[in-house]
């Protein structure tokens, strides 16, 4: 499904090749963390068919095709998780025929589509137990099921409340420049008879003071070691305003978002995206021709703002480190990557 189109159109793209997938990716018709992983992931599998038929020349073209699609986003881990599984699954198969490779990777995309759909619906169990009946939920961005295989990562949270039969209203953030809340969180949310109100991103302190919102919850593009965390840009402003009212500020994530080999969140690189997306929005000008503009299409969340971190393997919380491997039940050893930041 074409994002971009959302809400006045519900059109689908077909993509032949890898190409395709890069250019969904980047102009963001795909879009969502989980999305993206999966996307690229089957990406690989249409750039690898037109590989020779020699191990050599095949594992290169795979190569190359994995690292193209990866050049597509800098900022959300579960796209180089993805494309790094694709690797590791073709690489253990070395010496075998290469239409059994195929076949296997396309066996593998599938699984991770699949773990995706089942570890979505675990976030929501774990997650609606820290939710009370007749609660106001605030939002942003969007977490749904437009952003993963199935259900979603926050939005699955809410979901599964609903399911359980809590009475909720979502607050759903505009979320500037592009207008993923109003777009797809609010449409979303309505086509699943979700109670939803849209508010532009400036009114979010308003709304908490008047007692409208007992939960914040968003979702993630990038975890660090010791639960910082990188999500859509104005996610770092709720997280203090959430603190200063004395609201919990939840983060609902797969353990594939989580980058161990970062020990902070300074480490992750966050995208810097067209000036025209806040000066044109959707084409339209708004600002002075030539104006300069700064565009980060993510800020970075510290782990002290974040009440518990909501996984498919449990709830985190504290937020630290030692909390963070205990749930997910891995090392944090590992060199730190060599990162451009931008302050």
Same mark, same amino acid.
């Given at each position: ?22 250019? *969904?990716?980047? /102009? ?17 599998? =249409? ?31 579960? =796209? ?94 505009? $979320? ?21 109100? =849209? ?35 104005? $996610?770092?402003?709720? *997280? ?63 782990? %002290? ?17 030692? /909390? ?6 891995? *090392?944090?050893?590992?060199? %730190? ?7």
């Amino acid at each position: 499904m074409d994002q971009t189109r959302l809400p006045r159109e519900v059109v689908y793209r077909e993509c032949h090749d890898e190409r395709a997938v890069w250019e *969904a990716i980047k /102009t963001l018709q795909v879009r969502g963390a989980p999305a993206i992983g999966i996307a690229a992931a089957y990406g690989v599998c =249409l750039g690898i068919k037109s590989a020779p038929d020699d191990e050599q020349a095949f594992f290169q073209r795979l190569d190359e095709v994995a690292s193209y699609l990866a050049s597509s986003r800098p900022t959300a881990v579960n =796209l180089f998780w993805a494309l790094d599984r694709m690797r590791r699954r073709a690489e253990t198969l070395r010496g075998q025929p290469l239409d059994l490779i195929r076949k296997a990777l396309l066996e593998e995309v599938r699984a991770i589509h699949e773990e995706d759909r089942a570890l979505c619906h675990a976030i929501g169990r774990w997650g609606e137990s820290l939710i009370e009946d007749r609660s106001g939920i605030l939002t942003h961005c969007n977490a749904g099921g437009l952003a993963t295989a199935e259900y979603g990562t926050a939005l699955a949270v809410i979901y599964e409340a609903v399911a359980k039969g809590k009475r909720v209203h979502v607050f759903a953030d505009e $979320t500037r420049p592009l207008l993923q809340g109003a777009r797809l969180t609010a449409w979303e949310l309505k086509a699943h008879g979700i109670p939803v109100t =849209l508010i532009c991103d400036n009114m979010a302190a308003e709304v908490m003071k008047e007692g409208k919102v007992q939960a914040v919850i968003v979702g993630a593009d990038r975890i660090a070691a010791n639960g910082d965390t990188a999500n859509k840009i104005g $996610t770092y402003g709720l *997280a203090i305003l959430a603190r200063y009212h004395r609201i919990p500020f939840y983060v609902a994530a797969p353990s594939s978002t989580f980058d161990l080999q970062l020990s902070h969140g300074g480490l992750i690189p966050i995208e810097q995206r067209d000036p025209r997306e806040v000066t044109s929005p959707f084409g339209i000008p708004i600002a002075p021709e030539g104006i300069d503009v700064y565009n980060p299409a993510f800020d970075v969340t510290p782990a %002290e703002l974040i009440t518990a971190i909501i996984c498919e393997k449990g709830v985190i919380r504290p937020v630290n480190k030692e /909390t963070i491997a205990a749930i997910l039940g891995r *090392a944090l050893a590992g060199p %730190e990557r060599a990162q451009t930041v931008v302050k």
